[in-house]
Nanobody, 115 residues
Framework: QVQVVESGGGSVQAGGSLTLSCAAS????????MAWFREVPGKEREGVAR???????TYNEHAKGRFTLSRDKVNNKLYLGMTALKSVDTAVYYC?????????WGQGTQVTVSS
């Protein structure tokens, strides 16, 4: 079993910045694929950014140019730096890890951007 814990959410004004953190722990075997998703009530959960085992990073369109994903592979941590935040970025942000094909989700952290 792998535990995933997010932190760093909060309230910020439009144009502001936040950094989210994710820590994975537990029975981790092999390399993890780690990613950030976000969800707004009434809408499907959508991907934000993903770090692959070969260190490739991919961003969804809405995150390009404003969000930066970084990874501490030694400690199984993932960070999402968010700048120039907009009200449409308001959502619950979830960290997802994929360990040998099994997906684990964190409990989510709320990000609220006020205009």
């Amino acid at each position: 079993q792998v535990q995933v814990v997010e932190s760093g959410g909060g309230s910020v004004q439009a144009g502001g910045s936040l950094t989210l953190s994710c820590a994975a722990s537990g029975n981790i075997v092999g390399s993890l694929i780690m990613a950030w998703f976000r969800e707004v009530p009434g809408k499907e959960r959508e991907g934000v950014a993903r770090h692959w085992t070969d260190d490739t990073i991919t961003y969804n369109e809405h995150a390009k140019g404003r969000f930066t994903l970084s990874r501490d592979k030694v400690n199984n941590k993932l960070y999402l730096g968010m700048t120039a935040l907009k009200s449409v970025d308001t959502a619950v942000y979830y960290c997802r890890t994929n360990c040998l094909g099994t997906v684990y989700w964190g409990q989510g952290t709320q990000v609220t951007v006020s205009s």
